[in-house]
């Protein structure tokens, strides 16, 4: 799925879409654009790139160590507990 509005980076695009894939994929030393300066409303995309950045590198590890570290950390991020701010209060003056 492309979005709607916004930038497509090519390091999103499985390879396998590529017309050139050798000449196409983006070098390691390119700059990609700054995710957190994109607007709101890309914020899905934004998430779904870093999803894409992940998988990539986890397909391209050569090793099971690296994997099984990689998986090891996304798990410490899902680990984060949900905070429902609805009942954080708002703190009063003295």
């Known amino acids: 799925m492309l979005p709607k509005e916004g930038t497509v980076m090519l390091s999103i695009i499985p390879t396998r879409w590529l017309l050139f894939p050798d000449r196409d994929r983006p070098d390691s030393n390119s700059q990609e654009p700054d995710l957190a300066n ?5 914020t899905l995309f934004s998430l779904k790139s870093r999803l894409y950045k992940i998988e990539s590198q986890y397909v391209g590890f050569s090793d099971k160590q690296q994997k099984s570290t990689l998986l090891e950390k996304l798990d410490e991020i899902l680990a984060v507990p949900a905070i429902d701010l609805s009942e954080v209060k708002m703190p009063e003056k003295l």
Do not use: A, F
């Open 38 to 42: 994109l607007k709101s409303s890309d």
